[in-house]
C-alpha cells in the first residue's frame, strides 16, 4: 500500500470477539489478517494477562493504510468495542 501508515494497538477484547468484527467489516481474510478497500488489519499475537485474581486477554492488532483510512478503521473499532468500567 502506497503512502500508507501503521497503527498498532493492543486490546483487551476477546480474539473471538475481534476476529467476528473484523470478519464482518472485511472483503477478504487470508488466516488472522483480513483486508478492504486499502486497508488490512493483522491480529498479530494474542496471550493472558494475570492482573490479580482476574485472567485479562491482551491483543496486538495491526491497523495498515492511508492515515486517512487507518484513522477511521481506528476510531470505528474503539467505539465497537467501547465499554464502561465499573
Known amino acids: 500500500m502506497r503512502?500508507?501508515?501503521?497503527?498498532?494497538?493492543e486490546s483487551g477484547v476477546p480474539v473471538s470477539e475481534l476476529i467476528k468484527y473484523f470478519q464482518s467489516i472485511a472483503a477478504t481474510q487470508d488466516q488472522r489478517r483480513f483486508t478492504g478497500s486499502g486497508w488490512a488489519i493483522e491480529v498479530i499475537s494474542s496471550k493472558e494477562v494475570q492482573m490479580g485474581m482476574l485472567t485479562l486477554p491482551r491483543t496486538k492488532l495491526l491497523f495498515q493504510?492511508?492515515?486517512?483510512?487507518?484513522?477511521?478503521l481506528v476510531?470505528?473499532?474503539?467505539?465497537?468495542?467501547?465499554s464502561a468500567g465499573g
Open 3 to 9: 503512502d500508507s501508515v501503521t497503527i498498532s494497538i
Open 65 to 72: 493504510g492511508s492515515p486517512e483510512t487507518v484513522k477511521a
Open 75 to 82: 476510531d470505528e473499532f474503539r467505539m465497537r468495542f467501547l
